[in-house]
């Protein structure tokens, strides 16, 4: 069974920075595409960015391109976010996800993803 652990959230000013990580337990790790989704109050889950296996495709929402980072070390089962300039409106709670189906492109939505972490409060203040 796979499990998921984030960490790295946190409250930080507009203009800073955070970087989330998520560890995977188990040892096929880098089968998985991963991806990582966002939830604000009454707001419904959104998707951030996502990974590839091998880690050579990447795929962000609109609202992120530019200021966030996506990237994986298979060696260590860890999948990391790199936020930067962050906004107001980037405050949530964070989730990672994996997928445990093979893709050229990481997918957008969350229902296709099998496996999600509890996730870690980001709070960006004004």
């Known amino acids: 069974q796979v499990q998921l652990v984030e960490s790295g959230g946190g409250l930080v000013q507009a203009g800073g920075s955070l970087r989330l990580s998520c560890a995977a337990s188990?040892?096929?790790?880098?089968?998985?595409?991963m991806g990582w989704f966002r939830q604000a109050p009454g707001k419904e889950r959104e998707f951030v960015a996502g990974i590839t296996q091998s880690g050579g495709v990447t795929a962000y929402a609109d609202s992120v391109k530019g200021r966030f980072t996506i990237s994986r070390d298979n060696a260590k089962n860890t999948v990391y976010l790199q936020m930067n300039s962050l906004k107001p409106e980037d405050t949530a709670v964070y989730h990672c996800?994996?997928?445990?189906?093979?893709?050229?492109?990481?997918?957008?939505?969350?229902?296709?993803?099998?496996?999600w972490g509890q996730g870690t409060q980001v709070t960006v203040s004004s």
């Open positions: 996800a994996a997928d445990f189906n093979f893709w050229y492109r990481p997918p957008t939505t969350s229902n296709e993803y099998h496996r």
């Open positions: 188990g040892r096929t790790f880098s089968s998985y595409t």
